[in-house]
């Protein structure tokens, strides 16, 4: 079945960030949201990353051709004829499987399911539909537009033909699909999140300081950001939410949560969108490193 109209669940910042690829490959793009002003919040940011590409001259097409392509909505009927469905809502297995639920009977059979969970258990997330087999996880990288990768993982119920659909969807996105399975964390945070933990417990041992850390791994490993700016970017709560999945599943001290990251997470400071975490972002062009 050839992919041309895609589905977006969310427009979030995942959400958002694969509906804009999706456009700027050439697909036709839904995006369902629960309410009109976090779709327009989400089509403003895509606007202003297509300004960027446009600036630099790397878009193909005008920005509003791009746009052109794209359409909200808060209605699941909308998402009826799409080929293939990307879900990026709310980490929260509960909310993933009701919106499953309530999407498989109006949306066309033959359609692909996709998640991009990037550590929920996609074969949890697949029993609350009747298409298991045509039911894949489709895990992309912030920031969406600029990273490269995405991860395409099988559960032990997807169909080689659906697979294959969803890996060449990938390519067709212009990114670098990965072929991973259905095992909590998947390739990228089975080994990124044990490092960024790592990096927490070292500043709790006085091994360095928040910037020595940060600058060692950039300027030692040819890393684009530290540790901790890395952590800030992809938000504390997010990663001490995977920390979560992750530890149950494998049960090993690599995955559990420092002390620090918690007390940070309860304490509301998730990093850059919050404008505190391991930094502090009352100026965003100079964050200054917390003292805990
Ligand atoms: N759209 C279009 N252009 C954008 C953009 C966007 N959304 N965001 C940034 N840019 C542009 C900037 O305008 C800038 O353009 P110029 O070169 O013309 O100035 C260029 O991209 C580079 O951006 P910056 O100068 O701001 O910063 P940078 O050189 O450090 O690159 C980065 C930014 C690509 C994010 C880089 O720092 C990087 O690769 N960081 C690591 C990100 C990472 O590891 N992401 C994965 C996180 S894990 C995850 O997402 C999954 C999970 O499950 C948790």
């Not at 694969?18 to 995006?31: K, L, N, R």
């Not at 945070?189 to 360095?208: C, F, H, S, T």
Request: hydrophobic share 40%; aromatic share 10%.
């Amino acid at each position: 079945m050839e992919i041309r109209h895609v589905g977006v669940l969310g427009c979030g910042l995942m959400g958002s960030g694969i509906a804009q690829v999706s456009a700027m490959a050439g697909f036709d793009v839904t995006v369902l949201e629960v309410e009109q002003r976090f779709l327009d919040k989400g089509f403003s940011g895509i606007e202003k990353s297509l300004a960027k590409f446009a600036e630099k001259g790397t878009l193909k097409e005008k920005p509003e051709a791009v746009r052109a392509r794209m359409k909200g909505t808060t209605r699941n009927q909308d998402l009826a004829g799409c080929d293939i469905i990307i879900e990026a809502i709310i980490e929260n297995l509960a909310d993933k499987r009701k919106m499953y639920a309530a999407l498989d009977p109006i949306v066309k059979k033959e359609a692909i399911f996709a998640s991009n969970t990037s550590s929920i258990s996609v074969t949890e997330m697949m029993t609350a539909t009747k298409r298991p087999e045509r039911f894949v996880g489709l895990h992309f990288f912030n920031p969406v537009p600029l990273m490269k990768l995405v991860e395409v993982v099988r559960t032990i119920a997807t169909s080689d033909e659906v697979y294959e659909s969803a890996y060449e969807f990938g390519k067709k996105l212009g990114k670098v699909p990965v072929r991973t399975s259905d095992k909590t964390g998947f390739i990228v945070n089975r080994l990124l999140v044990p490092y960024l933990l790592d990096a927490i417990r070292a500043y709790e041992e006085g091994v360095g300081s928040i910037p020595d850390i940060d600058n060692a791994m950039k300027l030692g490993c040819g890393y684009p950001m530290g540790p901790f700016t890395l952590l800030d970017f992809v938000g504390l709560d997010t990663t001490y939410y995977i920390t979560h999945v992750m530890y149950d599943e494998f049960k090993e001290r690599r995955f559990a949560s420092p002390p620090l990251l918690k007390r940070l997470v309860m304490a509301g400071w998730y990093g850059r969108k919050s404008g505190r975490g391991f930094y502090d972002y009352a100026d965003p062009g100079n964050p200054v490193p917390g003292k805990f």
